[in-house]
């Protein structure tokens, strides 16, 4: 499992030994059917303390004061290390959070602070217990979904789930919000600004120069500033300014295109608590289509990595196949945004990091982003704070690295199985149909929500293993058999 990126030589130091890790070894079967993202629940939000309110400005961020000097990794700063975080999604305000409860002063730069991020919205459960979010950000608790296929056979899934298990829906204006407020709470420096450029990414001693556009007090004319940190984390999406300025390489990517639609109460009654999921040739020719609940519509959408230009085509089937059960709606957001497809060839130079989409951590298969966003901001966090112990010493791009090299360690199977799984079961109607058929099973949908709901794969049933096995064989053998004689039919 060397690495996803080609990395330059680092002279290596002595490190302390990483401490007990769980790894995510998910089985194809198991990953399979980690399609089953979602969303639902009735938690109101009216009562939220984070709905509707914009984050305000933030702390002066220019400290003429303060040495930036940066010594030899391991040196002492007599100073508080600073990390500028660029991004205020689920993995910078992670991150800015981790990095200012661990003794560093972090800068959280964000430019859109009330931003819709185009997004499905589902989080796994053990990210509410992991991450410590309130039930207030919770839209919808899904507890039971419809996988459809080509044919419109609709299966149910979440069978097997407890009183107590859920899929959290929620909307990323919301979640986001409520995530920089936190960071902020506990020492964070919110910056309403638009980062620029880097210069020199730290490969030398000397500090790390950003530039960006400060957008204080609602200006709608950004005041070029620059200012002087000794890390960097990159967590500004797909579209990454900082991953340009560090030759992180490019990525394929998908196009997500979502509307948002207001549908009457009796309508909005029936996915209280279910999401459904579309596939098919005419909702996207690689991914799947969904509806999802939120706090009072439903997000309906679509994505495509190999053709982008007609997703709009994909979007109208997409509407045209929920079309009966989101009658009289009306849509009030439009949204599209890329999604990457794999990790970027290059996540570190010098003291310049990424996490989120703008490393490439979205799955394959499940288009899952969210939950990987934080946990990678996190231990982006985690690693600079353990490395400079509590924010009093230097470090360099070896400790950066620590972060990676436990990354990979513990999702890189994740991401390797369902970028198989998409291509075996999203290449043709039939391959689709032999999918949805599988997810019919008890043991698929058991072991489908274990992986996702908690991360973690726990040691199945060996005998229904090998069912389980033969029944994919046996899936994938009908599918082609029907996909070829497809392709040799003669029309009359």
Known sequence: FASWEQRPSVQSRTRPSPGRRTTH???????ASSLAMASASNASLKSSNFHGKKVVSRA???????????VAAGAPLGRKLRVAVVGGGP?????????AKGGCEAFLIERKMDNCKPCGGAIPLCMVGEFDLPEEIIDRKVTKMKMISPSNRAVDV???????????????????DFLRRRAKSVGANLINGLFMKLEDPGIGNGAITIQYNDYEGDSKVGVPKTMEVDVVIGADGA???????????EYDYAIA?????????EKMEYYKDLAEMYVGDDVSPDFYGWVFPKYDHVAVGTGTVVNKT????????????????CAGGKI?????????????????????????????????????????????GRMAAEAVVEKSKNGTLAVDEADLRSYLDKWDRKYWATYKVLDILQKVFYRSNPAREAFVEMCADEYVQKMTFDSYLYKTVVPGNPIDDIKLLGNTIASVVRANALRNAGKSAVPM
Not at 314 to 319: G, I, T, V
């Open 239 to 249: 579209n990454s300014r900082v991953a340009k300025n560090i030759d992180a390489g």
């Open 25 to 31: 070894r998910p089985t194809t079967v198991t990953m």
């Open 310 to 325: 007609a997703i709009k085509t994909y979007q109208a089937a997409m509407r045209k196949r929920a079309e009966e059960k």
């Open 332 to 376: 009030i957001r439009v949204e599209a945004h890329p999604i990457p497809e794999h990790p970027r060839p290059r996540r570190v130079q010098g003291r310049v990091t990424l996490v989120g989409d703008a490393a490439g951590y979205v799955t394959k298969c499940s288009g899952e982003g969210i939950y990987f966003a934080a946990k990678s």
């Open 60 to 70: 002066k961020a220019s400290s003429s004061v303060v040495n930036t000097q940066v």
């Open 91 to 99: 993995a910078g305000a992670c991150a800015a959070e981790t990095l």
């Open 158 to 176: 979440g069978q097997t789930l407890n009183d107590k298990e859920y899929i959290g829906m929620c909307r990323r204006e919301v979640m986001d």
């Open 257 to 265: 295109f979502q509307e948002r639609i207001k549908i009457p109460d």
